[in-house]
């Protein structure tokens, strides 16, 4: 018959400043330290080592831990709610379920770190170095994201694989700079929710699904990049000229075929500049080029002014 887990040795005591530097020394160091369900209400621990100590569950509401060092840290489930951890080292720290209502987290390094499902009202976390963090279901409702860092805003969830966990996270992070009147870093949180749902249309094998997510982001990158579409119209008129060209249907040299795609591809009429194509073959092809162009001049039209009205 197993034996029932030990009850943490510290569970609802109330400790001190001097009680935890004297537990962190008895220890031979924070790493392992069992610190589960302490009381730390209002501790004042600045630039405290705690790197690996286990604080699951502790109450640490109202404490001073700035400049404190938590790596890889076990604070699942404590209570945070108002502590000061201003340019404190989180990296790779577990905060899942942690209460972070009010808490400062400025310039702090939460790179790496898991905060699924904590609780961040009201969380200063301005100038925050976020990347790679893991925020699936996190309530980021009022939190100050102002200046956090994100790299390349790509979070630990999706490169874990963990991709309906990166969308619910993206799609809250869109909604809460949306709210907060930062649009652009919202539309690169948007790119990146139609990246992890194309991906995993590809991993569940929803093949129509995902190559239509492939087309969408090659094309356009999901309504984030109009500059994609400026590419294309180049690509089109460009490769339309040369099968002129090549196929000889222009027959006033390459600058001819290109000047042709060009008024094809706009659809402004010909007039008496343009070449007369030589055979049905160049006529039909002036035509599909005109409605290629017509699409992707409105596909760019919706694009920038989406991106410009923001």
């Known amino acids: ?140 409702r009022d939190a100050d994201l102002e200046g956090a860092h994100w790299g390349d805003y790509v979070l630990g969830d999706e490169i874990a694989h963990e991709f309906d966990e990166a969308a619910s996270a993206y799609r809250a992070l869109k909604q809460r700079h949306t709210e907060a009147g930062m649009h652009d870093i919202a539309g690169e949180f948007h790119y990146r929710e139609m990246e992890v749902r194309r991906k995993l249309a590809w991993k569940e094998r929803r093949l129509p699904y995902a190559l239509s997510m492939y087309l969408l982001r090659f094309l356009y990158g999901y309504g984030e990049r109009p500059e994609r579409v400026i590419g294309w119209v180049a690509a089109v008129i460009l490769g339309f000229a040369l099968g002129h060209w090549i196929s000889g249907t222009v027959d006033q040299g390459f600058l001819g075929a290109l000047y042709y795609s060009a008024v094809s591809f706009t659809a402004l009429g010909y007039g008496a500049w343009a070449p007369e194509p030589q055979g049905w073959a160049g006529r039909f092809l002036g035509v599909g080029e005109s409605l290629i162009g017509v699409f992707m001049m409105a596909l760019f039209l919706v694009t920038f002014t989406r991106k410009m009205t923001r």
């Open 1 to 140: 018959m197993d034996e029932p887990e030990a009850a943490p040795p510290h569970a609802g005591e109330r400790l001190t400043r001097d009680d935890v530097l004297r537990l962190i020394e008895e220890h031979g160091g924070p790493e392992g330290l069992d610190l589960r369900w302490a009381d730390l209400r209002d501790l004042d621990l600045p630039g405290a080592h705690l790197t690996a100590a286990n604080l699951q569950g502790a109450d640490l509401r109202g404490a001073n831990l700035k400049y404190a060092a938590l790596q890889r840290a076990d604070v699942r489930r404590a209570n945070l709610g108002g502590a000061d951890l201003e340019q404190a080292n989180l990296h790779g720290a577990d905060l899942s379920q942690a209460n972070l209502e009010g808490a400062c987290l400025g310039q702090t390094s939460l790179q790496g770190t898991r905060l699924w499902y904590a609780y961040l009202h009201e969380t200063c976390a301005a100038g925050a170095d976020l990347r790679r963090a893991r925020l699936a279901y996190a309530n980021l």
